[in-house]
């Protein structure tokens, strides 16, 4: 069987953020220099597909030696509706594994990578890193508490999203509706019945959304710089 495939996610157009997330500058490199970085680094990763600017995205990558990266496709109206145009690219064997992952969760590390991939090996539908919820969660109703949820069972889900090719190729043949409906792509596998297992997620693996994010990610590029890690 074939090395890992990558699926990068980097076609949004940064609404909150008033600019494309992922071309940001941080340290002055791109936002997406550094996720592109992690998963040239992870050697479960054999190649990498993105979604976005093909033009923007090619030379970002020759500039910075990413020489896994095989291939772009177009953005599509929500995120999976861009995994399924991602996919497209991929004509590897149903049984490789993939990782689809947000492009402006730029502090992914190849260690995390490693992590996901390993869980599907040994026999999950799919693997999902996620951090335990540390706030209060409330559920509300016209500005009124509802009721509180036990935390301890809660999770952050964040990517990359591992499964095998084959059923993610069957989970994206889904109608539009149920695709334009889907905030990951572990809830599309959940919907046919597949196990998703969870891996320990990773506090520094925060996504783009709002510019004091912006301030975090330097702080933490800054210290892995310090301590040799930086890419």
Do not use: W
Not at 80 to 95: I, Q, T, Y
Not at 167 to 191: G, H, I, K, N, Y
Not at 207 to 218: Q, R
């Amino acid at each position: 069987m074939s090395g890992a495939v990558a699926l990068v996610l980097a076609g949004g157009l940064g609404t909150r953020m008033g600019r494309p997330k992922q071309f940001i500058e941080l340290l002055g490199r791109p936002a997406l220099y550094y996720t592109l970085c992690a998963f040239q680094e992870a050697p479960e990763v054999e190649r990498i597909y993105a979604v976005g600017e093909a033009e923007r995205i090619l030379a970002l990558a020759s500039g910075a030696g990413i020489d896994k990266l095989c291939g772009c496709a177009g953005p599509g109206e929500t995120r999976a509706l861009s995994a399924r145009n991602g996919l497209l690219l991929c004509g590897e064997e149903d049984e490789t594994i993939c990782l689809i992952h947000d492009g402006s969760r730029c502090l992914v590390t190849p260690q995390l990578v490693g992590r996901v991939v390993r869980a599907v090996e040994e026999g999950a539908d799919g693997a999902i890193p996620a951090v335990p919820v540390s706030d209060t969660i409330k559920v509300a109703e016209d500005g009124r508490v509802l009721k509180t949820l036990d935390r301890s069972s809660l999770r952050a889900a964040q990517t990359p999203q591992a499964f095998r090719l084959g059923l993610l190729r069957q989970v994206f043949s889904a109608p539009e509706e149920v695709l334009r409906e889907a905030t990951d792509d572990a809830s599309l596998v959940e919907r046919v019945g597949g196990e998703v297992r969870l891996v320990p997620g990773e506090r520094t693996n925060i996504k783009l959304t709002a510019p004091e994010d912006l301030v975090l990610a330097e702080a933490i590029l800054a210290a892995r710089e310090r301590s040799g890690s930086r890419p």
